[in-house]
């Protein structure tokens, strides 16, 4: 079984910071990439950073130069650093990692239960 658990979600003003958490825990062989996406009511959910194994880091436009995606591989542990943070950020937050549970898996994809993070003016 695999499980991703988010933290770090919360209200704040517009202009400040959050950093959210994901960790991932289980039966886990690799992880080929991690990333955060998220879901305003309403909307569809859009990827807002990625996290390769190899090091790349993909963000969506709406977030670059404010938001920052990092992973601790030792600990299976995303983050993403959100700054100067805008009411249009408010979302749900959910982590995905694509992982292999054994050496010879495939990759697949999987969803942390998200995390709410709310901007006011």
């Known amino acids: 079984q695999v499980r991703l658990v988010e933290s770090g979600g919360g209200l704040v003003q517009a202009g400040g910071s959050l950093r959210l958490s994901c960790a991932a825990s289980?039966?886990?062989?690799?992880?080929?990439?991690m990333g955060w996406y998220r879901q305003a009511p309403g909307n569809q959910r859009e990827l807002v950073a990625s996290?390769?194994?190899?090091?790349?880091?993909d963000y969506a436009v709406s977030v670059k130069a404010r938001f920052i995606i990092s992973r601790d591989s030792g600990k299976n542990t995303v983050y993403l650093q959100m700054n100067s943070l805008k009411t249009e950020d408010t979302a749900g937050y959910y982590c995905n990692a694509a992982l292999q549970r054994t050496r010879y898996s495939e990759s697949k994809g999987y969803w942390g239960q998200g995390t709410q993070v709310t901007v006011s003016s």
């Open positions: 289980g039966s886990i062989s690799s992880i080929n990439a």
């Open positions: 996290s390769s194994s190899s090091g790349n880091r």
